[in-house]
Structure formats: C-alpha cells, structure tokens
C-alpha cells in the first residue's frame, strides 16, 4: 500500500457523459500528478498540480480538467466521454517535484 | 528533461539469467532517476532509485548503473525468477531542473522470464 488513494476503482459509464475521479495524497506530499495508461501503453502524463497550484501539464485534452483542494487532494474531471478514453487512471503523490513518486491503486475507466 | 528513450520495448530471459534495460535522457541538469515495476492491471512501484552524485546502487538481485557523461542509466536484474516478469519504466526528471518539476517516464520494458 503506497498511502495514496484513489475513488472510484472501477467507473463504467456512456460516451457524452463526464466522470470525477479522486485521488488523496500521502500525508504530507504536496504535489499530485495524473497519469492516463491505456491498453498496452505507458503512462501518460497528464498534469501536475503542487500545494493547490497547477505545475506542470501534459498531453491533457481540453476536456479534461483537474484542480487540487486545500486539504490536497485532488480531483479529475473528464468530460463529453469518448471510447478512447476508457483507460486506467493512476494519480501519484510526491513530498515535492524531483522526488520519488508514488502511485495510487489507479481508476479503471470504461466507456460504452 | 522531455526525451527519455528506453531499451528494449520487450525483453525475454530464461530464469537465472540476467535482464538488462537501458534508458537515455536528453538534459544534462536531470540528478535523479527512479525505476519502477509494473504488474498486470496493479499500479507501478518503485524498485530502485538513483541520484547523479553516485555511479551504482544495488539492492539484493537488482542494480542500477548511472553514467552521466554518456547520459544514460540502466536497470540490472540478476538470477531472474518469474515473478520479475513485468513491465518496467524508467523515469528522468523536469529539464528546467527545478525541485518542483515532474518526472518524465520511457515507454516501458515487457520482461518476461521463462521458467
């Protein structure tokens, strides 16, 4: 068990509808990074946030959009689902940026 | 910074032989360089870890060798047993050498050790 934590771990919903997904950090880690893997892919990064502030982003469509809360956690919205977007979604933490990052249990998502 | 390239995509051994994998990055400012494993439908997990200021970390089977001239890295996995059987990545850091900058992963190694 890596300490972060990921809500839902499986998601099956319809093309057009738009999904959350929540991700709560490791005590005390203060940046959050979201990752899309698809079926034999790598993981794709997708954007990075750092004690509430949006870091780093990655190739993240325009109808994704992410934000981290003040307690730190962090929240994933997709939007106007497509097929290709069914994937996992992994959220990892780190005590900052350069730092060892660790991974969630992640969310299946699937779009019919 | 952006441009982690890893070696090979798959990966075959038989059991008790060693694995090698081989990552190359672009920036000469990266200084740390995690390798993680990744399990069927489970999240990756770091194994091993280095940072530029050493040339080679060992923990038990596994090994990582850092040379920062050639810029390059590479994962070592001694008396390989089937339950090393997995995708691995490696992973460089943000090219603006910032502390806050994000990790940059290869594309992953399918290794698969045949009993």
């Known amino acids: 068990d890596s300490g972060v934590t990921q809500t839902p771990k499986h998601l099956i919903t319809a093309t057009g509808q738009r999904v959350t997904l929540r991700c709560s950090p490791r005590?005390?880690?203060?940046?959050v990074y979201w990752y899309q893997q698809s079926l034999d892919q790598g993981l794709q990064f997708l954007i990075q946030?750092?004690?509430?502030?949006?870091?780093a982003k990655g190739n993240i469509l325009e109808r994704f959009s992410a934000q981290q809360f003040p307690d730190l956690h962090s929240e994933l919205n997709l939007s106007s689902l497509e097929l290709g977007d069914s994937a996992l979604y992994f959220c990892a933490s780190s005590v900052g940026g350069e730092e060892t990052q660790y991974f969630g249990p992640g969310t299946r998502l699937l779009v019919l | 910074g952006e441009n982690v390239e890893q070696h090979p995509s798959t990966l075959s051994v038989q059991e008790g032989d060693s694995a090698v994998i081989k990552c190359t990055y672009s920036?000469?400012?990266?200084?740390?360089f995690p390798w993680y494993k990744q399990e069927l439908g489970k999240r990756p997990q770091l194994i091993i870890d280095?940072?530029?200021?050493?040339g080679e970390k060992k923990d038990q089977r596994i090994a990582v060798t850092l040379n920062k001239t050639a810029k390059h890295f590479s994962l070592h996995i001694t008396e390989t047993q089937p339950e090393d059987s997995a995708v691995y990545f490696c992973?460089?850091?943000?090219?603006?050498?910032?502390?806050?900058?994000?990790?940059?992963f290869g594309r992953g190694t399918q290794l698969t050790v045949w009993p």
């Open positions: 280095i940072r530029s200021n050493v």
């Open positions: 005590s005390g880690d203060l940046s």
């Open positions: 992973a460089g850091p943000d090219d603006r050498g910032s502390t806050l900058g994000r990790l940059y």
């Open positions: 946030y750092y004690n509430g502030e949006e870091r």
């Open positions: 920036d000469s400012a990266s200084n740390y």
